[in-house]
């Protein structure tokens, strides 16, 4: 278990319709970040959060949006959603409140499966 | 931008032998830090090592080294004592200094033959 906790982790929908993935950073963790990994490709970053504000944002669809709350956690909302939706959404965390020495390594959840009919 | 190639779409290996995986990345940065990731059957993304650019001395983990080429910027990974839990897709990953994202190369497939 990496500490990081991502809901839910398969997902079954139709096109058109939204959904929000949710993520719990790893416990102190400051800053959490979505990626996107279709079939067998590479993971690509969608958005990054620190402490509640919007940090970075990378090839994020209008579609898609994200947030994080006061207590840390993240979700991710993807609506109006197309067939080519479809792939695995991982959530990481990093940055502790009380210790830098791991600022620099990200710790990936287990991931959320989209499966978009 | 910065970018991450992995020119190796697949390797094989036997068992108890040794692979190099390779990476090069693009930067102009001067200080950032490099990973590589296990993804496993299981997809979880583990992390197998990573390399502080400021350090000369390659970093290991146990059976995994790296090659750490910082004028070429390139950066492989070595697997020694190969078994059959190493299969698996590897990801070789760039951090610009600070609290960045990072970035992924598009990942090799290691197979390991019995």
């Known amino acids: 278990d990496s500490g990081v906790t991502q809901t839910p982790k398969h997902l079954i929908t139709a096109t058109g319709q939204r959904v929000t993935l949710r993520c719990s950073p790893r416990s102190g963790d400051l800053s959490v970040y979505w990626y996107q990994q279709s079939l067998d490709q590479g993971l690509q970053f969608l958005i990054q959060y620190y402490n509640g504000e919007e940090r970075a944002k990378g090839n994020i669809l209008e579609r898609f949006s994200a947030q994080q709350f006061p207590d840390l956690h993240s979700e991710l909302n993807l609506s109006s959603l197309e067939l080519g939706d479809s792939a695995l959404y991982f959530c990481?965390?990093?940055?502790?409140?009380?210790?830098?020495?791991?600022?620099?390594?990200?710790?990936f959840g287990a991931g959320s499966r989209l499966t978009v009919l | 931008a910065q970018t991450v190639t992995q020119s190796q779409p697949e390797m094989s290996v036997q068992e108890a032998e040794t692979v190099t995986l390779s990476c090069t990345y693009d930067t102009s940065e001067s200080d950032y830090y490099l990973f590589w990731y296990k993804q496993p059957p299981s997809r979880q993304m583990i992390l197998v090592i990573r390399q502080e650019a400021y350090k000369q001395q390659n970093a290991t983990e146990n059976r995994f080294s790296v090659n750490f080429q910082k004028a070429a910027k390139s950066f492989s990974l070595k697997i020694s004592d190969s078994q059959l839990g190493d299969a698996a897709m590897y990801f070789c990953?760039?951090?610009?200094?600070?609290?960045?994202?990072?970035?992924f190369g598009k990942g090799t497939r290691l197979s390991v033959i019995a």
């Open positions: 990481a965390s990093s940055v502790r409140r009380w210790d830098s020495s791991g600022a620099n390594v990200l710790t």
């Open positions: 990953a760039y951090r610009r200094e600070g609290n960045t994202p990072l970035v």
